[in-house]
């Protein structure tokens, strides 16, 4: 703890969010963080960090005070708003391009006790579902934030839908006159609502990690959710090749941010949405999403397995992109941060690519 006045913490990156959500769950506060306590708080804090408090409290780099970076010719740097203000707007989006950051320094929240309602949908009617669900969070208080998981149908059952719901507060009263309209979004299968400390949402896993995530996993913002948008998503529900849908509800705090403020762009777009593919059907899992990509605008750069280099102009758009190659000629000319979707340095062969 560095300042309990600002409520200031620093971390180091191999720490997981369900130990950070422990600790600051201790004093009362919180970090809007991801749905998984197992996630790192290295990969995520640089990159976005979109959580179920994401409506409330925008994405875990909105938060981020300070990082100290290694660069790619083994300095060390200090960055903040004052001190190397490009690449502190550069490490709040895309830090995995620039460096390795070796501590953050972030401001906690003041939320302890949060709402869940977790509603189990048939969700048979899909399009039906996942249109009249967009458009009661597009409209809903900022506190409530939603991710419903869409599984496919299989042996004879249709798609079922758990939505997680999170109230940000401990306001109970306001959380079910939020939470009971949502018991409307299609026929419910099962619903429990619980009062909890934040960090119940997101426990410390503390698997060992050993790369072993193998789903192959596409995304994608979803900019205001049409009926076209709706019907094409149920049409990928519908494919053999897709598992699970996960949609989650962005605006509120995150749309509070100039999308050019940080490194992370996607601040306008209603929904974030992601397929897991079924193993063994990668090419048709490919194939289907494909069919749906034109529905959506800009991806999250560390929720995908596309890590074609034509991909990064999609986590990166337009002024984002070329001013992350711009800092990136700056501090990595030779490109040595190059894993996963990563800017090129501007003027590089990698750049041109
Ligand atoms: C099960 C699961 C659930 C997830 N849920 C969410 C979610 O709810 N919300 C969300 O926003 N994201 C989510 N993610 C995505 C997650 O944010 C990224 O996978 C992130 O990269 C994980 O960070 P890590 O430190 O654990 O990963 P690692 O595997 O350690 O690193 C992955 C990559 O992140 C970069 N990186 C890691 N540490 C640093 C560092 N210190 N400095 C610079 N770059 C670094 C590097 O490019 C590295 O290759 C989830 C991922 C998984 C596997």
New binding site residues.
Partial sequence: MLDPATRRFRVG??A?WGHVAEKLGARGWAMT????G???????A???????LARAHG??VDHVVAAE?VLADGSKVRTDAATEPDLFWA?RGA??S?????A?ELEALEVGNVVVGTFTYDATDAAGFLLRWSRYLAAAPRRLTS?PFVGAARRGQGPVAQAINVWADDDVDAAVAALEPMLGLAPVVDQRAQLVPYGALVPPGDSR?V?Q?TTRIRSGFVPHTTEEDAAALARLLADPAVQVLEV?SMGGAVADVDPAATAFAHRRQEVFVSAWGTPGAAERFDAAWSAFAPHTSGL?A??TSDLRPERVHDAYPGATYDRLAEIKRRVDPGNL?A??L?VAPAGSEAGRG
């Fill in positions: 990156p191999g997981t963080s991801g749905n998984y197992d996630v790192g708080v290295g990969g995520l640089t990159a976005g960090g979109i959580g179920y994405v875990t970076l490490v830090g995995s620039i460096g390795v950051a070796t953050l991710f990690h790369g995530q989650r999250y560390v929720y941060f894993r996963g990563i």
